[in-house]
């Protein structure tokens, strides 16, 4: 339907992975765990919309295991008239399993696969802006140094990944959020978490709407990039709600009631944390808000959380979907 806008969330695991449906148009945002390629195969084989681009925001294999298990096995579901941007084409070497996750091994470089295929690969940048139809893409991350530092220190990064293909057990236990403590702000040197932190991230608008796709990127890199109280219909918290990158600083700069969390709770991992969902209530009660919705695509983490203390008069949505009509 013209001037409709649809955002799915598909089970990606430990991962993302997005679809946007801008009225005949389709956007694919990370391919999520190896397993999420049946969920994109499926969508695909059924849509009546035009996939009319693919971002891969950066080469973390819970980003990019579904589209490369699509490409490697699939590749002929997806035209290669479709763009795929991405943050530095040349840096992803990777190896499908039968893990869930995908390998930093030895094995063929996605920009192989897809070169072999036909496939145009686009680098994007800070202060890029795609217009792909009707709808525009405002890219505020990586900078060109970001991309140029996680270069120099690929090899370094490849030797430091856990490569055992696991994601972790997934937690059952409760997230409990007391709104009574004061939480630290936690964040990680750039340096440190290059990966992350040379994410792509972007303003998606169609019509009169707008989401902001946080990725994984830093918080800091992004406030830099926003102008104060700016609108958006939805938020994908970047890191899978890590306490590391979302502060109050960045959520300062949001104008939004709407947050978005995927993830489906591994223990290890810590996500989500309860101090992002804090943080996130704090800066809506701030800007003169009654009320939230934090969206998750795991019912299990959704009915985790345990809510302490919430503020008077505040109202605080836990919700679970797969997919959200943004009217």
Same mark, same amino acid.
């Given at each position: 339907?013209?001037?409709?806008?649809?955002?799915?969330?598909?089970?990606?695991? &430990? +991962?993302?992975?997005?679809?946007?449906?801008? +009225?005949? *148009?389709?956007?694919?945002?990370? +391919? +999520?765990?190896? *397993? &999420? *390629?049946?969920?994109?195969?499926?969508?695909?084989?059924?849509?009546?919309?035009?996939?009319? %681009?693919?971002? =891969?925001?950066?080469?973390?294999?819970?980003? $990019? %295991? %579904?589209?490369?298990?699509?490409?490697?096995?699939?590749?002929? =579901?997806?035209?290669?008239?479709?763009?795929?941007?991405?943050?530095?084409?040349?840096?992803?070497?990777?190896?499908? *399993? @039968?893990?869930?996750?995908?390998?930093? @091994?030895?094995?063929?470089?996605?920009?192989?696969?897809?070169?072999?295929? %036909?496939?145009? $690969?686009?680098?994007?940048?800070?202060?890029? =802006?795609?217009? $792909?139809? @009707?709808?525009k893409f405002e890219i505020l991350n990586p900078t060109k140094e970001l991309a140029a530092s996680l270069s120099s220190n690929w090899k370094e990064t490849q030797s430091n990944k856990n490569l055992d293909g696991s994601d972790g057990l997934v937690s059952t236990e409760s997230i409990v959020v007391d709104f009574s403590l004061k939480h630290e702000e936690y964040k990680k040197n750039l340096e440190d978490d290059i990966v992350n932190a040379s994410s792509i991230c972007f303003i998606l608008s169609y019509m009169d709407r707008k989401i902001l796709f946080l990725s994984d990127s830093h918080p800091d890199s992004i406030s830099k990039k926003l102008k104060e109280n700016t609108k958006f219909d939805y938020v994908k918290i970047s890191h899978h709600g890590s306490k590391f990158n979302t502060t109050l600083d960045l959520l300062d700069k949001i104008d939004c009631t709407k947050f978005v969390i995927s993830t489906n709770g591994p223990r290890n991992y810590g996500h989500p944390a309860p101090s992002t969902i804090s943080k996130i209530v704090e800066s809506c009660i701030k800007k003169g808000h009654n009320s939230c919705d934090i969206i998750f695509n795991y019912k299990k983490v959704a009915d985790r959380i345990e809510l302490q203390n919430v503020p008077e008069g505040f109202a605080i949505n836990l919700i679970h979907s797969h997919s959200l009509e943004i009217q």
């Open positions: 339907m013209e001037g409709s806008l649809k955002f799915i969330l598909l089970e990606a695991k &430990t +991962g993302d992975s997005f679809i946007v449906e801008c +009225g005949c *148009s389709a956007f694919i945002i990370d +391919g +999520g765990t190896n *397993s &999420t *390629s049946k969920h994109l195969k499926k969508y695909l084989q059924h849509t009546d919309k035009e996939l009319r %681009g693919i971002f =891969i925001t950066h080469v973390d294999r819970d980003h $990019i %295991g %579904g589209l490369v298990k699509l490409f490697t096995n699939q590749n002929q =579901i997806i035209g290669n008239k479709v763009p795929i941007y991405m943050n530095h084409p040349d840096l992803i070497n990777v190896k499908t *399993s @039968d893990q869930d996750m995908v390998s930093y @091994d030895d094995g063929e470089q996605l920009s192989d696969i897809l070169n072999a295929n %036909g496939f145009k $690969i686009l680098t994007v940048n800070t202060d890029d =802006i795609l217009e $792909i139809q @009707d709808v």
